[in-house]
């Protein structure tokens, strides 16, 4: 269980912290399967919450990042009321989906696509401009069909007066604690 | 009554009815509301699969705002996603001796820092136990007399924290109804999960709960919702297929106060959902606004 030697897959320092973390956090874990009995998503992930946990307990990265079931986590927290054990499921997704971000793939940049451009334009705007956030999203997402799937919602929100110009007032006001985040997020 | 109000992003965008009609209710509650000066966003589900810190350096750096503008006051969030992002800075930040101290670190760099003394409050909990059901049957009286509404309470004001309501059978939202004249429509779904930002990343996934969602308030005249996002993802697809073209007005739990309280459509934008066509919008005039104004001759008011 305490293995720390470097293996095949030589985790980095953040990969390794994040890790660590999640084991600390599901160490508990006896398997119930609540969670997964829990889950309004639970049928479009490939593998179940609890084998999830167990792949964390095992420390097997190589298939925790195959799978595309923390992605699927729509941080309802159900799972995390109904633990037995009273374990913070929910935050242990987040820091799955995290961990992905570290090692990112395509699928992982299709995944967190909308998640970095939501991140960017708080970081831009200090407070989110939604007409300014879903174009990043399509770019970042690289999928040039994206912005016609939500033509139609455009359409209805504009004529509900749900669009606005964004406001520029409060640009940059969250620029001093982004790059403190950074700088704190690299030395450790 | 006075709190330090956070309306958060969504209310000045989309949500923007929201925003406008806690302020008309809670103003005709006899609440008053301190806007926090030059607040920003608390990341809602964004931050925290990006940086654990930033995931409470977010929702902190307005809290200590708070703390230190509008000392003592309580602060008030009506969106279920900030008022989960600020209590968690309480719950998990203030008692952890290391994370504080990254988070005092990190918001140091725009001149702030959390001590960790401001009460976070989502606006179903000051409505229930501050203002109290009584006060507000009293001012509303039975107005939305039988208007059959679905309470929907969304996930994250029950979970994961128990903080005002019972998150395995809320009641808080109904009790407000229920002073209202409301009826409640029976189901199972109050406290199942719209798909959130999902809806956004996998929408396939997150409309099987909307097509759930909406199925099960066929029969209801209206669901009452106290979150944008729970909001949006209610309304914004029953045009689609996939969202099974089950029709159901949504609406703001503080958009039917504001109607049950008399006040005009326009005071409360009912212009901007989307779930409302004409004829539900007069089914609703003819169920909230069937009150005798003193004049004693039926209005039917609005536009």
């Known amino acids: 269980m305490n293995q720390t030697k470097p293996q095949a897959w030589s985790p980095d320092p953040a990969t390794r912290e994040i890790l660590d973390e999640l084991r600390g956090e599901l160490g508990a874990c006896m398997q119930c399967g609540t969670c997964t009995a829990s889950c309004p998503n639970g049928f479009a992930m490939d593998v179940t919450p609890r084998q999830m946990w167990r792949m964390v307990q095992f420390g097997m990265l190589d298939r925790i990042l195959e799978s595309r079931t923390f992605w699927m986590c729509s941080s309802c927290y159900m799972c995390t009321l109904r633990c037995p054990r009273g374990l913070k499921l929910t935050r242990a997704m987040g820091a799955l989906k995290r961990l992905a971000r570290e090692r990112g793939t395509w699928k992982v940049r299709r995944n967190s696509a909308f998640y970095d451009a939501f991140m960017d334009n708080v970081e831009k705007y200090g407070r989110v401009q939604e007409t300014s956030l879903m174009p990043g999203y399509f770019l970042k997402s690289r999928d040039p069909l994206l912005p016609l799937h939500y033509l139609p919602l455009g359409v209805r929100m504009m ?3 749900k669009l606005h110009v964004p406001d520029g007032s409060r640009k940059g006001r969250l620029k001093a604690l982004f790059a403190k985040v950074r700088e704190m997020e690299d030395r450790s | 009554m006075k709190y330090a109000y956070y309306p958060g992003c969504s209310l000045q965008e989309s949500a923007h009815e929201f925003d406008v ?35 409470y350096a977010l929702p902190a750096r307005n809290l200590a705002l708070a ?34 101290g990254q988070v005092n670190e990190a918001l140091d760099a725009c001149g702030l820092a959390y001590g960790g003394g401001v009460r976070v409050r989502h606006i179903l909990d000051v409505l229930v136990n501050d203002v109290g059901v009584e006060a507000i049957g009293a001012v509303v009286g039975q107005n939305l007399n039988g208007m059959r509404v679905a309470p929907y309470y969304g996930c994250q004001i029950l979970r994961p924290y128990e903080v005002f309501d019972d998150p395995r059978k809320p009641l808080s939202m109904d ?52 979150c944008p996002l729970c909001q949006m993802n209610l309304e914004a697809y029953q045009h689609d297929s996939a969202a099974g073209g089950h029709h159901v007005p949504v609406l703001y739990l503080t958009q039917l106060l504001g109607l049950a309280f008399g006040l ?21 005039r003819a169920r909230a606004w069937r009150h005798e104004p003193p004049g004693g001759t039926e209005e039917a008011g609005g536009t």
Do not use: F, Q
């Open chain 1, 159 to 161: 004529r509900a007066g």
């Open chain 2, 175 to 226: 009790n407000v109804l229920t002073a209202m004249g409301a009826k409640i429509h029976p189901w199972e779904m109050g406290a199942r999960c719209c798909g959130a930002s999902l809806m956004v990343t996998h929408p396939e996934v997150a409309m099987h709960s909307v097509e759930a969602i909406l199925g099960a308030a066929e029969g209801a005249d209206a669901i009452a919702t106290v």
């Open chain 2, 264 to 284: 005009e459509e326009p005071a409360v934008l009912l212009e901007k959902n989307m779930s409302l066509n004409g004829s539900m919008r007069a089914g609703i």
């Open chain 2, 67 to 100: 703390e230190k503008e509008l000392a003592g006051l309580d602060v008030l969030a009506p969106c279920s996603a900030c008022y989960l992002n600020l209590l968690k800075v309480n719950r998990e930040v203030v008692g952890d001796k290391s994370l504080h």
């Open chain 2, 21 to 55: 009609s806690v302020r008309a209710v809670m103003d005709r509650l006899g609440v008053e509301l301190v806007e926090i000066p030059d607040w920003t966003c608390c990341g809602a589900s964004a931050a925290e699969p990006v940086s654990r810190l930033m995931n």
